[in-house]
């Protein structure tokens, strides 16, 4: 990667990124309201790092491919879509894909990865098809993509915490860097993906139900 992809890459990790993350705390709040221990939230991390957050990574990666061949986007969304059971957690991230769309077209208006996002069968992506369409254009590899959309979902939950659950920061930097430890192994294996078919199918039941009860609660701070 050039040094302009890498500046993106470290962009796109900043939580200051005008897309909607803020108001993600990637499944923590559903989990503490169903019912989840201050003590678990590390093993949750953990675990939500290697079931919904590598979906989603793997999704960005077969979209960044995808984007770098001209191939459609549809058949990506829709693979990500069936391993994604929840409504609630499908709707969260089109609702942040928008987000991050609407950012990419004022930053790269002319590119043609970010202007296929809007055209065919995926008029409001979900997040990872457009994170894997910055990718392609900005010039980010497979490898840093996964890193990036790994730590993006376990720092959005470390901050969220600090809401739900005040304590010291310094205890989620420690939160972060374990579960984005814990999914290293597999990024060289998830980075190599090409097809939709390809993308894991890694499930995570009881969040899955904790996020949808959460959708119908109006006592909440964050979309999921």
């Known amino acids: 990667m050039d040094s302009a992809a890498h500046t993106v890459a470290l962009l796109l990790g900043d939580a200051r990124l005008p897309s909607g993350g803020h108001a993600f705390s990637a499944g923590l709040e559903p989990a503490i309201q169903g019912g989840l221990a201050r003590r678990d939230v590390a093993a949750f991390l953990r675990a939500r790092a290697r079931t919904t957050t590598l979906v989603d990574a793997a999704t960005a990666v077969v979209a960044r491919r995808a984007a770098l061949t001209g191939a459609p986007y549809a058949p990506v969304e829709r693979a990500w879509a069936a391993r994604t059971p929840s409504r609630a957690a499908r709707t969260a991230s089109t609702d942040l894909g928008r987000g991050l769309l609407r950012l990419a077209q004022r930053l790269w208006p002319q590119a043609p990865e970010i202007a296929a996002l809007t055209t065919g069968d995926t008029p409001s992506p979900a997040r990872p098809i457009v994170l894997g369409a910055i990718a392609a254009h900005a010039g980010l590899d497979a490898e840093t993509l996964v890193r990036v959309a790994v730590y993006d979902d376990m720092a959005g939950g470390a901050a969220a915490l600090l809401k739900l659950e005040p304590g010291d920061p310094v205890d989620g ?16 294996q ?5 097809s939709p078919e390809a993308i894991p199918a890694a499930s995570a039941p009881q969040a899955e139900v904790w996020t949808e009860a959460h959708a119908r609660t109006n006592r909440r701070l964050f979309r999921a």
């Open 190 to 194: 998830l980075a190599a993906l090409a």
């Open 173 to 188: 930097v420690r939160l972060v860097l374990d579960a984005c430890a814990s999914v290293d192994p597999l990024i060289p």
